[in-house]
């Protein structure tokens, strides 16, 4: 048995602002909107995407599953990311060599430091 990895969904108040935001955050592209759902992938054809589909309940408290993202530069990258509508946030992480930033929505996300040869 094989399985292929489709999506990540999001839980989202409002799917196409919260999908469009990530799309433009990510450089992806818009693969499927609807009133309740908004899908985004890397490229039209290729897997995984991210499926926001709507959940009229807001977040509530810290996030059970995030990403993490490696960036080739990540002070550059958290400040895009900051003027892109993200913010800091503290989940109890400490001193660490990453940084916890939070969608419009407040779904935390990992922007990590240079990998470790």
């Known amino acids: 048995m094989a399985l292929e990895w489709e999506?990540?969904?999001v839980h989202a108040v409002d799917?196409?602002?919260l999908g469009q935001w990530w799309a433009e955050a990510l450089g992806w592209v818009v693969v499927y909107t609807s009133a309740d759902e908004f899908e985004?992938?890397?490229e039209p054809d290729r897997l995984p995407g991210v499926d926001f589909v709507r959940f009229?309940?807001?977040k509530q408290?810290?996030?059970?599953?995030?990403?993490?993202?490696?960036p080739d530069d990540q002070d550059a990258e958290v400040e895009r990311l900051l003027a892109h509508g993200a913010r800091r946030?503290?989940?109890?992480q400490g001193e660490q060599p990453w940084v916890v930033l939070a969608d419009p929505e407040?779904?935390?996300?990992?922007v990590l430091g240079?990998?470790?040869e």
């Open 40 to 42: 985004i992938r890397p």
């Open 15 to 17: 799917p196409a602002a």
């Open 7 to 9: 999506q990540v969904v």
């Open 61 to 70: 408290g810290k996030s059970r599953l995030h990403l993490d993202f490696r």
């Open 106 to 110: 407040g779904n935390e996300f990992c």
């Open 89 to 92: 946030v503290d989940i109890g």
């Open 56 to 58: 009229d309940e807001p």
């Open 114 to 116: 240079q990998r470790h």
